[in-house]
């Protein structure tokens, strides 16, 4: 099964553009962390719907991260532009 639809590995973000990279990264880790924090209220609130608090949680989280992400890539390139 062919897909045309891949995932980027990790040496075509780490090449990629600061801006871009940052957001990627802080998409993950915030989004990540906050979905884990949102099963574990979930399941201590009400367990059927944990699904539904990790994601209430978890996806503005990663919106956020990607955000904040994109802000601290932009620092970075506006950085590494002044050092030249």
């Known amino acids: 099964m062919n897909s045309s639809w891949t995932?980027?590995?990790w040496s075509d973000i780490?090449?990629?553009?600061?801006?871009?990279r940052y957001a990627i990264y802080g998409c993950a880790t915030?989004?990540?962390a906050r979905v884990l924090v949102g099963t574990i209220a979930g399941l201590?609130?009400?367990t059927p719907?944990?699904?539904?608090?990790?994601?209430?949680?978890?996806?503005?989280?990663?919106v956020f991260g990607a955000l904040a992400g994109a802000l601290a890539g932009c620092?970075?390139?506006?950085a590494a532009r002044a050092r030249r």
């Open 7 to 9: 995932v980027a590995p």
């Open 14 to 20: 780490r090449r990629s553009h600061p801006v871009l």
């Open 30 to 32: 915030c989004g990540v």
């Open 44 to 46: 201590r609130i009400y």
């Open 49 to 62: 719907t944990a699904w539904a608090t990790a994601a209430e949680v978890g996806l503005p989280a990663a």
């Open 75 to 78: 620092v970075v390139a506006v």
